[in-house]
């Protein structure tokens, strides 16, 4: 699958509110603002029969009316589909989550549960599939998360793949760090799982820690990118650190697809 435009501007927003950084304070921002959570339109090449579109985000981190965003976002989705796109029906749309969907109401960070956002996509769309951000948990021990990943219509990937629809999906949760920390990997072993998974050829890797993309100065991890580099082309979701501008495409003609702060929606051409 092969992304072949994006719109240049949101088509839509999502109102929410969110932590203020150190720099919107010291420009005299309150500790929390509203903010508008941006929604674009971009078409492929083509979607497996089964689906009509798409919709691909991530770092949902805020609130909606005193609650994760994510618990909300799911609702307003299905309205703006129903809104512009009178053929596309939820039943018919995957969701693909690039992580980190937990927030503090009133602190930058933390770390906590995501099952019921994870759910509240897979209640109103086909399914939903995804990896978890360095912020997300799945319940407090390794049984919770097994399963978890065995309910119907969720795909949470932990350095493993699986088709669904036709789409070969893979992934892998958490970042490059201490190991010690949470949802957190040595670089040699995060980029060993990389390495495992890209001969696969998926159509869609999924990961919250991005490749770089220094020509543009785009962050990311330049060993990220130096190992899709050295794969087969495919298409990669993630998120975690923000960029300009949504699209870019490696030397070998992987796409990288930052949802970090937006939300794509996916359709055929």
């Given at each position: 699958?092969?992304?072949?435009?994006?719109?240049?501007?949101?088509?839509?927003?999502i109102p929410y509110q969110?932590v203020a950084?150190?720099?919107?304070?010291a420009?005299?921002?309150a500790?929390?603002v509203s903010a508008?959570?941006?929604?674009?339109?971009g078409r492929v090449d083509?979607l497996?029969?089964?689906?009509?579109?798409?919709v691909l985000a991530?770092d949902l981190q805020g609130q909606i009316?005193?609650a994760?965003?994510?618990?909300?976002?799911?609702?307003w989705?299905e309205?703006?589909?129903g809104?512009y796109?009178e053929?596309?029906?939820?039943a018919r749309v995957g969701v693909i989550?690039?992580?980190?969907?937990?927030?503090?109401p009133?602190?930058?960070?933390g770390?906590?549960?995501?099952?019921?956002?994870?759910?509240?996509?897979?209640?109103?769309?086909?399914w939903v599939?995804?990896v978890?951000?360095n912020h997300d948990?799945i319940?407090?021990?390794r049984?919770?998360m097994?399963?978890?990943q065995?309910k119907?219509?969720?795909?949470l990937?932990?350095?493993?793949?699986?088709?669904?629809?036709?789409?070969?999906?893979?992934?892998i949760?958490?970042v490059i760090?201490?190991?010690e920390?949470?949802?957190?990997?040595?670089a040699?072993?995060y980029?060993a799982?990389?390495?495992?998974?890209l001969?696969q050829r998926p159509?869609?890797?999924?990961?919250h820690e991005?490749?770089?993309f220094?020509?543009?100065?785009?962050?990311g991890?330049?060993?990220?990118?130096?190992?899709?580099?050295?794969g087969a082309?495919?298409l990669?979701?993630c998120g975690?650190?923000?960029w300009p501008?949504?699209l870019?495409?490696l030397t070998n003609?992987?796409?990288v697809?930052n949802?970090?702060?937006?939300?794509?929606?996916l359709?055929?051409?």
């Amino acid at each position: 699958m092969r992304i072949l435009d994006i719109s240049a501007e949101p088509i839509d927003a999502i109102p929410y509110q969110l932590v203020a950084s150190q720099e919107m304070r010291a420009k005299g921002a309150a500790s929390v603002v509203s903010a508008r959570f941006p929604i674009f339109e971009g078409r492929v090449d083509a979607l497996p029969e089964e689906l009509d579109a798409l919709v691909l985000a991530s770092d949902l981190q805020g609130q909606i009316d005193g609650a994760l965003m994510g618990l909300s976002v799911p609702a307003w989705l299905e309205l703006f589909l129903g809104l512009y796109f009178e053929a596309c029906l939820a039943a018919r749309v995957g969701v693909i989550l690039g992580g980190d969907l937990f927030s503090l109401p009133t602190k930058r960070g933390g770390l906590g549960d995501v099952r019921e956002v994870w759910s509240a996509f897979q209640h109103r769309f086909r399914w939903v599939a995804g990896v978890l951000g360095n912020h997300d948990q799945i319940g407090s021990r390794r049984t919770e998360m097994q399963a978890f990943q065995h309910k119907r219509g969720i795909f949470l990937f932990d350095g493993h793949s699986s088709k669904v629809d036709g789409l070969h999906l893979a992934g892998i949760s958490g970042v490059i760090g201490r190991a010690e920390k949470p949802n957190c990997r040595e670089a040699t072993d995060y980029l060993a799982c990389l390495t495992r998974l890209l001969p696969q050829r998926p159509d869609i890797l999924i990961l919250h820690e991005p490749p770089d993309f220094p020509s543009e100065g785009f962050p990311g991890r330049v060993a990220v990118r130096e190992a899709l580099e050295c794969g087969a082309a495919t298409l990669v979701c993630c998120g975690h650190r923000h960029w300009p501008e949504p699209l870019r495409e490696l030397t070998n003609g992987t796409q990288v697809l930052n949802c970090e702060g937006r939300i794509v929606i996916l359709r055929s051409a």
